[in-house]
Every structure is written in structure tokens, then in C-alpha cells.
């Protein structure tokens, strides 16, 4: 995310993050992104694959 | 004239044999506490008044033959998020300074029922995340072994207090490795038990489906002592579980021989390459249990990085989530560390979370069938002895992929455990992992471990 982008994520999530930090944000959001890139496997998932917390009512 | 280290267990037999009063006990710990907090830092608050109290009537209660087991009279801490009736629970942030809850958290009454002499709070990090920070209204907790260095995060306090003797044991929690973590830098046994098995209602949440709260103590017997007190059915936590607490101090008796190890290798030698004295550390570690009779053969799983981004995007979805309101009204009230690393948590959209919670699932199902023919895991809790506390980075927690967070994924029992030190006498240390409620076979596992070898003789001395 450049610092561009952050700036205007940070204006719609109504963000007050002070301007000396906003480098050091913007440069973790590589960090981030590499993160979140290993959760979408290659190809896809299976429609199906059920996320780890589903809710189950108890009978009765 | 009391000894300036005790474990739990020692105390509890000298208090039962009418040898020392938990008022003693106490105040040569207010005193120790007294004479070298200034440099450690690891309380926030200190409740002498009120542990007086306590104290005292353990002593009448014990004299009169009602001792209610081998936590009553001990002096313990609570980690700074667990809320206590009366007394302010802060967060270790300037957003909560003022708070003051009307209630114990459902463990601290345990705590309590148990007998412990609650002596006050300790440090942790903010909202028992951002840390070691120096810009909240109290510093940081130092390293008893060194206190340049840190202690590990983010039941810091806790590791600090109970490494230096201040306290024989305390509480943390444990949403990516924030009990074993400190345990690890402060040569303390400190397990998160499985998910579930201690409530959290009433801790300060940091992420609901990670948070684990347990235990610090300098010795696995005394995690077991401790646990032993706080685990049980909650029914105000939806997680709790409604089962059984075995016999955890009990358990410790019991044979290790037999038990199946798998070793987990990759994950500090390749995916978070640990330094030359911790996996020699290991290595030596795991000659140990081979002969105590333990079978031991290398375990593959994911890589390091697939476990931590599971877990991290879980952690920060959460814990923005729970922050949202007040982050957007008052951002920089929060220390710099939190806040910055909350502005990450704003980005990671609602499909980065579901698809997160997919790979969980993917991730507790690869741990289970790699267990089917096992009893523990055998890894690492930290790469490297502590680091000077300086030195740790506001974003370093992204920058490696943590070796403790992928138990916080699947509920896994864990424990860090001190397995030797480095030349510069700094504690190194070990993980040992069960499957899920099989946490007093990691205990009894720690337990034999310790006292197969000799690192539970050696002491910080703190340097005024």
C-alpha cells in the first residue's frame, strides 16, 4: 500500500493516526499483505471449506 | 529469615509444616519487592493492605487446620488485565487508568477461593499488545537476568515478578505466545493450556477465538499448582469447556516413559532460524527425553509463516474490532506501539478474516492428524536468548513468524520450559506441546524434564 492509498484508507476508517507515523505504517502494510497473500491458496479453496468457527445451537 | 527464592511447592510444605506463615512469606516478598521494583518495574500497583489481610487469615485458617491446598498463603500477581473488585485494572494503558471493576474475573475468584495472596498488578503490554513501549503511563518491565534486556511480551510483569522472586507465581495470557513468550526470556515454566479449559471472562480481551489465560511460575509443578486453581467450567464464557479438571499436581507423579515425541524441527532451524545456543540447546533437550524413555521422531508440518499469518490476521481483525470505537475517538491516547499496529488491523478486510478462519480449520486439522500417533510436540518458544529492550521493533512482531502462535490456533496445550543458558547467562528455552485437554501430559512431560536437569538451580541476580 503506498502512502497515498493509506491515507485515504485512514480517512474512510475515520483514523486520526498522527502524519510523523504514517510512513512507518505504510511501509508494515508489505508485512501485512504478504500475510494476508499466504491465506488464498493457489487456485482457490473448495467452495465447501468451512471456516474454523461455525455456531452450533445446542438442542432444546 | 525467608529465602529470597521459594518455588510454590517448597512454600507450601514449609507453610503446611508450621515452619514459615504466609505472613512472613509475604512481607519478605513486600520487602524484595520494595528493594528492587524500582529497577524492574514489573508491578503497577502494589496491594500490601489488602494482602496483608489475606495473608493473615490464611495464617488462622492454616493454624487452625483448614488449609484450603498448596496455594493458600502464597503471594501471587495478576497480570494487569485481569479485573479485580475495587482495585483499577488498566490495561497498562493510559485508556483505562481509571478503570475500577466491581467484579472479580472468574479466575482471580478462584485464585482467591484457592487461598493465593494477591499482591498486587503487574506490567504487561498495552491491552496485551503493544509493547515494550515508553510512552504509557508506566514503563516497561525489565529482565531480572539482565535488565537491559526484555523480558519477553506481553505478560511481562508477570515474568519479570515471578523471575525475580517477588512473587512465587502470577497469571498471563496467551493470544500469540504472551505467556511463553515471557516465560522464555525470564527462565520461567509458563504454559497456555488448552482453549477452554480457564475462562476468560473478566480478562481484558485482546482476540476472543486466541486468548488463553494460565499460568507463570518458576517451576512446571507450580504451573500445575496454579492451573490446578484456575481451570473450570465458566458458564458467563462461551468457550469454556464443561468438563472434568483432572488431578494436575497429581499427574506429575506419573511415567513419562513411553511417551511419544514428535519433533518439529523445521520450524527453528528453517522457517525462524533460532541461534547456535538455542537449538543446541534443544538438541540437548531432546537427548534428555530419549533417555528418560521418551521415543522421539521429526515431525513435518506447514511452514512457520503459513501458521503465524493464519494466526496474526485473526489476532489483528479481533482485536481492532474490540478497539474500533475508541481508536476512532481518541487514537493517540493509545501508546504508539498499539495504535500503529491497530492502523494495520483497520486494513485487513471481512473476506482476509474469513479466509483466515478457512485456513484455521485447514491448519487444526493438519496438527490433529499429525498427533494421531503422538503425544507431545517438541519445538522451540523463542529463536535467541532476550534481546535488548531497545532493540525491539514496533512492527517485529510481523517481521518473523512467531514459534508460539500456531498453538494458539489450534487450542493446543504449550508450555516454554528453561532448557539451559548462554554463556552470557541468559536462559534459553523450549517448547512442549499436547493435544487438546491432554495438558497434564505437557505438565508431567515439563516436570520430569526439570528435574532431569539442572536449570532450575540457577537464580537472576538483580543488580541494584
Known sequence: MTRAELDTALVRLGLAVPEAERNDIAAATQLLEAMIARLRPPGGRNVSAEPAHVVRFSEG | ?464
Request: proline share 6%.
Open chain 2, 1 to 464: 529469615m525467608v529465602p529470597d527464592y521459594l518455588t510454590i511447592a517448597e512454600a507450601a510444605r514449609l507453610i503446611e509444616s508450621r515452619e514459615l506463615s504466609p505472613v512472613e512469606l509475604l512481607d519478605s516478598r513486600l520487602d524484595r519487592i520494595a528493594r528492587l521494583d524500582d529497577r524492574l518495574h514489573s508491578f503497577i500497583l502494589v496491594t500490601a493492605d489488602a494482602a496483608r489481610a489475606v495473608a493473615r487469615t490464611a495464617e488462622s485458617e492454616i493454624m487452625a487446620g483448614r488449609s484450603r491446598g498448596p496455594l493458600h498463603g502464597i503471594p501471587i500477581g495478576l497480570k494487569d488485565i485481569y479485573e479485580t473488585a475495587g482495585v483499577a485494572t488498566t490495561g497498562h494503558s493510559r485508556v483505562m487508568q481509571d478503570h475500577v471493576p466491581a467484579a472479580d474475573a472468574f479466575s482471580v475468584k478462584k485464585l482467591r477461593a484457592a487461598g493465593a495472596v494477591i499482591v498486587g498488578k503487574l506490567a504487561t503490554h498495552e491491552f496485551a499488545l503493544g509493547g515494550p513501549s515508553f510512552d504509557l503511563p508506566w514503563p516497561p518491565a525489565r529482565n531480572p537476568w539482565d535488565v537491559s534486556r526484555f523480558t519477553g511480551g506481553s505478560s511481562s510483569g508477570t515474568g519479570a515478578a515471578v523471575a525475580a522472586g517477588l512473587v512465587l507465581g502470577g497469571t498471563g495470557s496467551d493470544t500469540g505466545g504472551s505467556i511463553r513468550g515471557p516465560a522464555a526470556y525470564c527462565g520461567l515454566a509458563g504454559i497456555k493450556p488448552t482453549y477452554g479449559l480457564v475462562s476468560r471472562a473478566g480478562i481484558l480481551p485482546l482476540a476472543f477465538s486466541l486468548d488463553h489465560a494460565g499460568p507463570l511460575a518458576w517451576t512446571a509443578e507450580d504451573c500445575a499448582v496454579v492451573l490446578q486453581a484456575m481451570a473450570g467450567h465458566d458458564p458467563t464464557d462461551p468457550a469454556s469447556a464443561d468438563r472434568r479438571v483432572p488431578d494436575y499436581v497429581a499427574g506429575l507423579a506419573g511415567d513419562v516413559k513411553g511417551l511419544r515425541i514428535g519433533w518439529v524441527r523445521h520450524f527453528y532451524e528453517r522457517d525462524n532460524p533460532a541461534d547456535i545456543a538455542t537449538g543446541a540447546a534443544i538438541g540437548a533437550a531432546a537427548l534428555t527425553f530419549e533417555e528418560m524413555g521418551c521415543s522421539l521422531r521429526e515431525v513435518s508440518l506447514s511452514p512457520l509463516a503459513e501458521w503465524a499469518a493464519c494466526g496474526m490476521i485473526i489476532m489483528l481483525a479481533e482485536a481492532y474490532t474490540i478497539h474500533e470505537a475508541e481508536l476512532r475517538r481518541r487514537f493517540t491516547d493509545y501508546g504508539e506501539m498499539f495504535r500503529d499496529r491497530m492502523a494495520l488491523g483497520a486494513l485487513v478486510t471481512a473476506a482476509d478474516y474469513v479466509q483466515a478462519l478457512r485456513r484455521r480449520r485447514e491448519l487444526i486439522d493438519e496438527l490433529d492428524r499429525a498427533m494421531t500417533d503422538l503425544d507431545v510436540l517438541l519445538t522451540a518458544s523463542a529463536a535467541s536468548e532476550a534481546p535488548p529492550i531497545d532493540s525491539v521493533g514496533k512492527f517485529s512482531t510481523f517481521e518473523r513468524p512467531s514459534l508460539t502462535i500456531p498453538f494458539n490456533v489450534t487450542g493446543c496445550p504449550a508450555i516454554s520450559l528453561c532448557c539451559g543458558f548462554t554463556d552470557g547467562g541468559l536462559p534459553l528455552s523450549l517448547q512442549l506441546v499436547g493435544k487438546r485437554f491432554a495438558d497434564a501430559t505437557v505438565l508431567r512431560l515439563a516436570h520430569a524434564y526439570e528435574q532431569a536437569t539442572p536449570w532450575r538451580r540457577r537464580r537472576p541476580v538483580v543488580t541494584l
